[in-house]
């Protein structure tokens, strides 16, 4: 099949984005590597010895950053990932039960200090349906994150402004005692997506 123009266009922004070239020149795996570090530089998220849980890890940008910075990471993707020092990694679907068990028995009963979620959909170019897809994913994001965090833990998680956002913001206020927006500089500037940090996890609410 010939390559489309939009897929040319993209192809051409990907290779001469300074980012990707930077993402090249450190070792990352993705150009995303640097939205998390310059996130994490701003409100210092990764200690060393915390535990990270991954969400939508593959390549394993974020992942990096994670491990680079001592932190143990648990990491999910539907897609396979290369291994990573200091990293567990899970093969399968957030939106499954199977890979949520997997997810839970690598836990082991233990709390992360820190959810972290770069999950988005395979998008179709219809707005309204990708749109209602990601804010799926991000909702189920959220409710790991109820579940499993550590009292006092924070949750980063990409979204796409639209229906929804604002409905996500308030329930992620229900959770969190502060909900923050980003927009890393690596993002790029025509891109809707913005990352939402919540910070300091109120466990055990009604």
């Not at 930077?22 to 200690?47: C, M, P, V, W």
């Not at 932190?71 to 897609?79: E, G, S, T």
């Not at 956002?165 to 500089?185: E, I």
Request: aromatic share 8%.
């Amino acid at each position: 099949m010939k390559p489309s123009r939009t897929s040319k266009a993209w192809m051409r922004e990907h290779v001469n984005d300074p980012y990707v070239k930077l993402a090249k020149q450190h070792g990352y795996r993705s150009r995303a590597a640097f939205k998390l570090d310059e996130i994490n530089t701003r409100d210092h998220l990764i200690r060393a010895g915390m535990l990270v849980v991954d969400l939508g890890a593959t390549p394993g940008g974020w992942s990096q950053i994670s491990a680079k910075l001592g932190a143990k990471v648990i990491a999910l993707d539907l897609l396979e990932m290369d291994t990573i020092a200091g990293v567990t990694f899970i093969q399968g679907d957030f939106t499954g039960a199977a890979a949520l068990e997997l997810l839970k028995q690598a836990l082991a009963g233990r709390l992360p200090d820190l959810v972290i979620s770069d999950m988005a959909p395979n998008m179709s170019g219809v707005a309204s349906a990708d749109q209602a897809r990601s804010m799926y994913l991000c909702e189920l994001a959220h409710e790991f994150a109820r579940e499993h965090l550590k009292p006092g833990g924070d949750f980063l998680v990409k979204t796409f402004q639209g229906e929804g956002f604002q409905d996500y913001v308030a329930a992620l206020r229900m959770d969190f005692d502060q909900v923050q927006t980003r927009k890393p500089k690596a993002s790029r500037d025509r891109s809707s997506e913005v990352y939402l940090l919540g910070r300091h996890f109120r466990a055990n609410l009604p």
